[in-house]
């Protein structure tokens, strides 16, 4: 009546094989999925070459470091403990 029950065995993927079904899923999707796949490398493509940003002028940064500094730091603190002890 108990008849022990048979336990499968699962194989793990050696660690060079993992890689190589990494790459395999990576393919399949990527032909499945074209635009999502070309959005994906297109953005990454713009944020390397162009999302870097461009480099402020010595007068910009001036100009910033003097509106940074105006901020009083003590009023903000006050009025968002005002405002989070009111609500």
Known sequence: ???PRQQ???ALPSFSDAGILIV???KTFAKRHK???GSYVFGILFLLCI???TK???QQARQYDSIMNTIDIQAEFEAS???AKTN
Request: charged fraction near 10%.
């Open 1 to 3: 009546m108990d008849q």
């Open 8 to 10: 499968q065995q699962i």
């Open 24 to 26: 395999h899923g990576i």
């Open 35 to 37: 635009v999502i796949s």
């Open 51 to 53: 999302g870097s940003g």
């Open 56 to 58: 402020l002028s010595m």
């Open 81 to 83: 403990d005002y405002y």
